[in-house]
């Protein structure tokens, strides 16, 4: 198939919609699709252009799959305007910014005539073009939802005008209803597209996803530990993302803040963002916690098997509206986890009986949920092997990117000997290519 993609944010980006962009468009491509990508400058987490790239030239862009891949991987980088701190209107006009330089680079692709187009939001800014370019070229409209983007600039308090929420929502159910699939994280979030009007019958659950065989439990301690200089008997709490505001970091802060005179716990905050700054100078009133910068894809592994517990702050605000990436990991890395958030809501019942949940920004009940794991070592182990155990089931990367290989195939018409014939476990690409090559194209060839 020929696969169109938009998104704000691609590889080498190393965290949340970026880094999952990239993972589907290589395990894409490693199955013979052809796949062009219109973006921006990698920018994220960091909110800064990252230096090899420059934030206000169009840039074309010819990626080599991993070994064994046949199909092809194309990127075209768009201008965006970056501000320091990503609030409010600052935050609208830098995604406006990306809206309005990618019309060209989108429409530029309506004769190499793509089966489908995604549009992952965030941006729904982005939607006119995605929408254009889709019907122009016959091909399907898809629309991929990382995060309810406007649901949360609201609930967030970005924006508090009532009048402009109703304008902003109507406007939101009015786009929803002109694509022909819509996907989404987590079955909460299927759910709230229902409530938007979004018929049942055009939308999915597409959830992220973790390679099992990359993130795994270590047999020795990770090298991170002896390299901080951390005890080998100390239990080390783990933060780990984006240092953003809906990842409710204060709660951390004062966590750590209490938990002062039990040194035997070392709390270790490790990644980037906009609240970064501020961040690291409120710990630093707090001697059990190291700061690390965000780390290499290649140290992932040894970064999350150094955490004894893992920790999944949440606004209140913001339960349901995001399903947090980094718990694949977490979970995959066979590790309890403490998380904020309500009883009910995805991430509660993901959780239940692999990690300890409480109540949002209930700083009391957090530290005591950590104690309870810092002291019972038997506890940690058990909910850790029941959180890896959840990873492989249900968050396998090759599971679940064969499952939305599947859906794309079915909506573009292929003909169900062709999607099963690329779903068999043991189709090798070139098959699969050539199943691809055979089945009646959409709109036929250029």
């Known amino acids: ?100 330089s990618s019309w060209p680079a989108m429409l530029g692709h309506v004769f190499w005539r793509p089966d489908v187009v995604i549009l992952i939001a965030p941006t729904l800014f982005c939607s006119p073009q995605v929408l254009c370019t889709s019907r122009l070229s016959g091909a399907i409209a898809w629309l991929h939802i990382q995060d309810f983007e406007v649901d949360v600039a609201f609930q967030l308090r970005d924006f508090s005008s009532q009048q402009l929420r109703r304008w902003v929502h109507a406007i939101e159910r ?43 439990p270590l047999s ?30 204060d709660l951390l802060i004062e966590a750590s803040r209490r938990l002062t005179f039990r040194p035997d716990i070392q709390f270790v905050f490790c990644g980037d963002g906009p609240y970064r700054e501020t961040f690291v100078r409120m710990a630093e009133e707090a001697g059990n916690v190291t700061i690390l910068p965000l780390q290499p894809a290649d140290r992932l592994n040894e970064l999350l098997n150094l955490a004894d517990i893992h920790l999944l702050p949440q606004l209140a605000d913001a339960a349901d509206l995001v399903m947090p990436s980094k718990l694949t990991g977490m979970m995959a890395s066979g590790r309890a986890v403490v998380a904020t958030a309500d009883a009910g809501t995805q991430v509660s019942n993901v959780l239940e009986g692999r990690g300890i949940v409480t109540p949002p920004e209930d ?36 599971q679940i990117l064969r499952q939305f290989e ?21 189709q090798t690409n070139l098959s699969v290519a050539q199943e691809l090559a055979m089945a009646p194209r959409k709109g036929g060839d250029d």
């Open 220 to 249: 020795r301690p990770s090298a991170l530990r002896q390299e901080l200089g951390i005890a080998e008997q100390a239990i080390v709490a783990l933060y780990s993302g984006n240092m953003g505001k809906k990842q409710g970091l």
């Open 1 to 100: 198939m020929r696969i169109l993609i938009c998104s704000i944010n691609f590889k080498p980006e190393l965290t949340s919609t970026g880094k999952y962009a990239g993972e589907m468009v290589e395990w894409l491509a490693s199955r013979g699709h052809e796949i062009r990508v219109v973006t921006t400058p990698p920018h994220y987490p960091q909110w800064r252009i990252f230096s090899e790239y420059s934030p206000w030239r169009y840039k074309r862009e010819k990626h080599v799959p991993g070994a064994g891949s046949i199909g092809t991987i194309e990127v075209f980088r768009c201008p965006v305007w970056i501000p320091q701190v990503p609030r409010g209107w600052k935050r609208i006009v830098h995604l406006i910014s990306f809206s309005l």
């Open 174 to 216: 009015f786009v929803l209803r002109k694509f022909d699939r819509i996907s989404a994280v987590s079955e909460r979030m299927v759910e709230r597209l229902s409530a938007k009007g979004v018929d049942a019958a055009r939308s999915l659950l597409f959830p992220n996803w973790v390679d099992t065989s990359v993130i795994e």
């Open 406 to 426: 599947m859906s794309l195939m079915q909506s573009c018409g292929y003909s169900p000997s062709g999607s099963n014939a690329a779903f068999s476990t043991t």
């Open 363 to 398: 700083v009391k009940a957090f530290v005591e949920a950590l104690i309870l794991l810092a002291e019972d070592p038997n506890l940690r182990h058990r909910m850790g092997e029941e959180a890896r155990k959840y990873a492989i089931a249900h968050m396998d990367r090759d």
